[in-house]
């Protein structure tokens, strides 16, 4: 596990580049709300912006190999022009979200060949949820021709103590200022510090991640260091195109090549302002029967809300967050196999639900919430939850893409 961690090769837009218009969402926000998007085009305008080389999931009904194609041109523009500036360095990374909690994160590469997302997982880097496997091949499509990476990835770490990202915050004044800029669509403030002395990040890491530290954490020799909190899908992508490409490299070439480190931020579980929120479910196409169907057939001591048609329903469901999930998961994806019209869209934010329900005359899920109490824990334990169980924070809190990585020689 010592050299799972890299000091990554952090490509940021030169400083007469306008942050606020490069920096957007999360591509895996707002899938179901097209505005959002038409809105952030009319934002940016003609100016850079990384929603140039992204590819929102709004659109993923549409035909996309043209937007494809048009994206690695993108990239392979920025890359080949003076657009960037490469900082070798970990950054501190902190984010003041639109309710005025500040998040704190840590900027740095992690070696993929550490990280799994199978259910039969026992990397150090461990997936927390079920893949969407359908929602993997467009992304392939786009990372298998693209020349650079700009994650919304975050990973999660067990620092109870705030060893790491916090000791460094606290030292922050004196950092160099890479970057401190407010994101558009009330995304809030993020800054940038250049970390000056990585080798010694390094070696705290290296204390935090040893054989002795686990077992006084889990009492369990199952090997876990990070976890993944958002962007599990832009992981495996990540994963799933470097298993590709290792297939044409001899040895020596697999152990250097950028496309085997991907670029993410850490963040502390405990991390005060880190809230876990449900992703609801919005069923387009299902009605009246799903409601009577998914109301006979679960059982429990808790409650959650259905709504459609005006309407709002109590289901039961158990007491145990995780195994409600995964029950109203197993419930959804039976019935679908015999309503094959129904489609199934992931919602952040209760109030966007209820607008959804009523736009596409749909069924909503409210879904129940996971402590992050006991969270590492419980992966040790049992493993991934069911696909789409959490969500950090509300949809315009989530991760801006900003910093780019190279993955090609």
């Known amino acids: 596990m010592k050299n799972m961690i890299k000091v990554p090769k952090i490509l940021l837009p030169?400083?007469?580049i306008d942050l606020s218009k490069w920096s957007v969402v999360a591509c895996d926000q707002y899938t179901s709300e097209k505005e959002y998007w038409e809105q952030l085009k009319d934002v940016v305008s003609d100016a850079p912006s990384s929603l140039n080389i992204i590819l929102p999931e709004v659109y993923l009904r549409d035909d996309m190999t043209s937007?494809?194609?048009?994206?690695?041109?993108?990239?392979?523009?920025?890359?080949?022009?003076?657009?960037?500036?490469?900082?070798?360095?970990?950054?501190?990374?902190?984010?003041?979200?639109?309710?005025?909690?500040?998040?704190?994160?840590?900027?740095?590469?992690v070696d993929l060949e550490a990280y799994e997302y199978t259910t039969s997982n026992n990397a150090p880097i461990k997936a927390t949820e079920m893949t969407v496997v359908d929602r993997l091949p467009v992304r392939i499509e786009v990372r298998q021709n693209a020349s650079l990476e700009i994650p919304h990835i975050m990973l999660l770490m067990d620092d109870a103590e705030g060893e790491i990202i916090e000791k460094l915050y606290a030292d922050s004044d004196d950092m160099e200022k890479l970057y401190d800029f407010d994101l558009n669509m009330s995304g809030g403030n993020v800054v940038g510090y250049k970390i000056s002395d990585n080798e010694a990040v390094l070696n705290t890491f290296n204390d935090f991640m040893s054989h002795d530290r686990m077992i006084e954490r889990y009492s369990s020799d199952d090997r876990i260091v990070f976890a993944v909190g958002d962007g599990n899908h832009s992981l495996a992508t990540a994963k799933e195109c470097w298993n590709n490409i290792k297939k044409t490299l001899n040895s020596e070439e697999i152990l250097t090549h950028p496309a085997r480190f991907a670029l993410c931020e850490l963040v502390n579980l405990h991390d005060e302002s880190l809230v876990f929120e449900p992703i609801h479910r919005l069923l387009i196409g299902a009605g009246e029967d799903f409601v009577t169907s998914i109301t006979e057939t679960l059982t429990g001591e808790a409650r959650i809300r259905v709504r459609f048609n005006e309407n709002c329903y109590s289901v039961a469901v158990s007491a145990n967050p995780s195994d409600a999930i995964?029950?109203?998961?197993?419930?959804?994806?039976?019935?679908?196999?015999d309503h094959p019209e129904i489609v199934e869209d992931y919602i952040h934010g209760d109030t966007?639900?209820?607008?959804?329900?009523?736009?596409h005359d749909a069924v909503g899920v409210f879904m129940p919430t996971i402590s992050k109490d006991g969270f590492f824990d419980y992966v040790v334990r049992r493993g991934v939850l069911p696909r789409k169980s959490f969500s950090m924070g509300e949809a315009n809190d989530k991760r801006y893409y900003l910093e780019a990585k190279k993955i090609i020689k």
Do not use: C
Not at 83 to 93: D, K
Not at 326 to 337: A, G, P
């Open 14 to 16: 030169n400083k007469d």
């Open 67 to 109: 937007t494809i194609s048009k994206i690695n041109k993108n990239m392979d523009e920025l890359l080949n022009s003076d657009f960037f500036t490469e900082v070798e360095s970990f950054i501190l990374v902190k984010r003041t979200q639109s309710d005025g909690n500040v998040r704190l994160g840590l900027m740095l590469s």
């Open 326 to 337: 995964k029950d109203i998961q197993d419930f959804i994806d039976n019935y679908k196999l």
């Open 352 to 359: 966007n639900l209820r607008e959804l329900v009523k736009k």
